[in-house]
């Protein structure tokens, strides 16, 4: 079955610092990478999605994710943070029509 | 655009009661997800419904969970009887048959199990 494994459960930074989340994911075929966002209060939702074509995929709110097949990564980046971005980030992949989640990481962004 | 929705958004129960979750899709959504969250932990999927067909049940406790989807449209998920480790946010999400991995989540239903 297909999984992803994120390394970092818990990120503390100051604003304007730059982020970067790992995310690995087990080869299964065709790979199709996601990174869903909740914010504090909110509902889980969709930051950016890869299915093929160009590795580095932009989302919204200014973030950014590198697909690297030779890694078997799916890294999320964002050059300066500010405090709106504290929330919880998930990896996922989808395979055989279900999206598997990854077990979060907790990003706390310090004014 | 109508949201995903969920009631009720707390419920807080003793072992060996049940308990129903409701999910209301987006409108036009023919797939419908059940996922469990249990606290540090990312969500899983219980069950997948497309329209009111059951696409994969596979992670979910049959002993004491079912869920149905009446119509295509609402769905119930029940836990009878209830356990501790039960204790969990319940999440619906729903997606167009077109884009099954691009899923549009609710709120979510906490569960507390004591």
């Known amino acids: 079955a297909q999984s992803v494994s994120q390394h970092n459960h818990h990120v503390i930074l100051s604003e304007a610092a730059s982020l970067e989340l790992g995310c690995n994911y087990s080869?299964?075929?065709?790979?199709?990478l996601f990174w869903y966002v909740q914010y504090p209060g909110q509902h889980l939702q969709l930051l950016l999605k890869y299915f093929s074509g160009d590795p580095l995929v932009k989302g919204i709110k200014g973030f950014e994710a590198e697909f690297i097949k030779s890694k078997f990564s799916f890294n999320l980046r964002k050059p300066s943070v500010q405090w709106s971005d504290t929330a919880e980030y998930f990896c996922a992949t989808g395979g055989y029509q279900k999206v598997t989640f990854g077990i979060g990481t907790k990003l706390q962004v310090i004014p | 655009e109508a949201g995903v929705a969920q009631s009720p958004r707390y419920k807080i129960i003793e072992k060996r009661q049940s308990v129903a979750f409701w999910c209301n899709p987006i409108s036009g959504h023919a797939t419908l997800y059940w996922y469990q969250q249990i606290l540090g932990q990312g969500p899983k999927l219980l069950i997948q419904f497309q329209n009111n067909g059951v696409v994969d049940d596979s992670q979910l406790p049959k002993d004491r969970f079912s869920a149905e989807r009446l119509k295509g449209v609402d769905s119930t998920l029940k836990i009878q009887p209830a356990k501790l480790e039960d204790s969990a946010v319940y999440l619906c999400a729903s997606s167009l048959l077109t884009s099954i991995y691009e899923q549009f989540f609710g709120p979510g239903t906490r569960l507390t199990v004591l």
């Open positions: 080869y299964g075929g065709t790979v199709n």
